[in-house]
């Protein structure tokens, strides 16, 4: 990251210390899914088997809700705010005055909304260990996978909202996160999907969740590498698509 981009992470820095309560308030939805799944679903399911690991459910389910809510995070960062700066206040516009780039705002951007969703996800962490859904030392893999998933997630929000003119676009924003959320194996093994499992794993949510359970289950297979290549892929697209998409509409 430039020191320009630097900045401007330290711009929202400031904004933060002032506006915390709206920071976390991404870990709410999934929180309420955890107790749900603590105190209520889970007792009626018991112990899970998944690929021949047995579980209680609270343990299968955790990691996938700990990857949604650094999706949350990360997502409703880089959108409705970056839309009323981009489209409406102009204020990169004004940052492109002083010494920065398209790319400098997209990087900063971007590692500010990848910075809330890993602090959601470690936020939701503390919870899971408070419900004793953290079974052992594996579990810190959360925080990088968390911040991986973060930072996929805010490059992908940042390119999604460079084509939005309006914020009527954003009716539709739940609607995604939450079909993401539903169906990407958060809930159930991708088996249990039965002939729709092949298209559950063109979920980006679901790569990230499968990363997830295995790192904290301390279970590491060679489809990692694959569930890993894909969050940086999709992040590294998602960053070239938002400097170009930046440049074009601050450049003209």
Known sequence: MGV??????????????????????????PLLYLAAAAVGIGQFVGDISVDGQVMPYIDFVGPGLLAATAMSGAVFDTTIDVLWRLRFSRTYDSILS??????????GEVSAG??????????????????G???SAWGLMAIPVGALTALMFASLGMAFTTFLRSFSAFEWLPTVTTTLFLFSAT?????????ASSLVQLSPLYHAVALMRSSMAGTIRLADAGHTAVLVLLTAAGLWIASRRLASLLLR
Do not use: C
């Open 114 to 131: 990848a910075l809330r969703g890993t602090l959601n996800a470690v936020l939701f962490l503390v919870v899971l260990a408070a419900f």
């Open 133 to 135: 859904a953290v079974p």
């Open 98 to 107: 002083a010494p920065m780039s398209p790319t400098d705002v997209v990087v």
């Open 4 to 29: 320009q981009a630097l900045h401007l992470l330290e711009r929202k820095g400031l904004w933060v210390r002032h506006a915390w309560p709206i920071v976390v308030s991404g870990a709410t939805e």
């Open 187 to 195: 809930f159930f093994p991708v088996s249990a999907y039965g002939s």
